[in-house]
């Protein structure tokens, strides 16, 4: 068996802790990230030769750095997608890249999950894992239900139809997410299922369904595996739900008790949480009095009061802070679609932005001027680049620094600085084995990141 962890999505509703440019998967809950946490899953189920990672060739490094200490030779399992196309297009690109480049057989199985759902008894979900095998073999598409624990609306719904075996049930249909009347109606039924989103089947069984419902998507594979990455735009955005589930007659559903959220918003963030006497979900530092059944989460040292209130979610960042009515956490997203309408910086990044070097923080910025606080990973460089508009003067704080300016190669140690004039090529490195930590101040009529001349880069950016 092989798997495919999907880690392109954006996670728009955790906003402003997760951002288009540093999505949910990269988020750490109790100091792990929930990438780390899938990979780590699935470690005990394969081998980490045979997990793969799919991912947005923009969160390539992100994905390194969060699993490197798992898997030194991560980077020949990952699956680069130029551009988002859903899970469908996802699929394809990964069944794709496992016949060509792996040389897998089609009758292979497959297991296809998200990179940022939070599972809680790992060992029974292992196990469902491994019975759905047998099924898989058979040509049926095994999805894995989640028994209702509330009527949630944020949801998508699976109706269990005629049993096959113990646990594994036909299909009778999927839901789309319902108003709050029909989640009632499902959850007193019992026989509606949260759809996961976990998909085991046969490499053969997938391209057969794509072959018979749709056709035009079905082409790709005929595709070698680099010209389907040069036409991958052309690709539908389109779920798997919508092109393969809600159509074929091989869909099976694994009646799962497992403890499980998508973390797809606050409220769910929320229901994997401890919370105090109050009903209150507290991260970070955090005083309440009299505070009832409420959400607060902050990433910094900021102090967070809260008296007197009720049903409210709080969520502090260094550049953004989130007020909302419990129940309206499914809006998150139409105010970061709003924000990126109107170029807020905030819809996209953190003031600590990380690169594949290292990271960079904003600590101040102002009228012709920028205050970055630089890390620079140990034996790593930075492009050669120049500015147009701005000259850059760095301050070492920590470790040792190679700059060469204009050809000419300059050491800095702590408390020692140098000066970058405008329009000159340089370059900075860390040729030690701590990281490198600086201070650079930018000052210029423009100090936008755009204003950049990149004339080599080890990591292939231009």
Known sequence: MKTIIMAGGSGTRLWPVSRENYPKQFIKINGESLLSKTYKRFLKLCDRNDIYIITNEKYKFYVINEL?????????????EPVGKNTSGAIILSVKFL????????????????SDHIILNEDEFIKYVKNAETLSKKGYIVTFGIKPTLPHTGYGYIKIGKQISKDFYKVDKFTEKPDIKKAEEYF???????NSG?????????MEEFKKYQPDMYKFFSLKYNDLIEKFNELKNISIDYTIMENTKKAVVNKSEIIWSDVGGWESFAEIIEK?????VKVGNVFSLNAKDSIIYSDNDKLISLIDVKDIIVVNTDDALLIAKKGSGEKVKEVV????????????????VYRPWGSYTVLEEGLRYKIKRIVVKSGHKLSEQMHYHRSEHWVVIKGTARVII???EHMIHENESIYVPKSTRHRL??????????????NGEYVGEDDIVRFDDIYGRR
């Open 68 to 80: 490197f200490n798992l898997n030194k030779d991560i980077e020949k399992n990952l699956i680069l």
């Open 99 to 114: 016949i060509e480049k792996i040389k897998v057989s089609v009758k292979e199985s497959v297991f296809v999950t998200p």
């Open 188 to 194: 007193k039924s019992g026989d509606y299922y949260w």
């Open 198 to 206: 976990m998909f085991k089947f046969s490499i053969a069984t997938i």
């Open 276 to 280: 105090d006497d109050d009903n209150n």
């Open 337 to 352: 679609d709003a924000l990126k309408k109107q170029n807020y910086r905030q819809a996209l990044e953190h003031t600590t």
């Open 406 to 408: 204009d050809g000419k």
């Open 429 to 442: 490195e860390n040729p030690g084995k701590v990281d490198l930590e600086l201070i650079e101040v930018q």
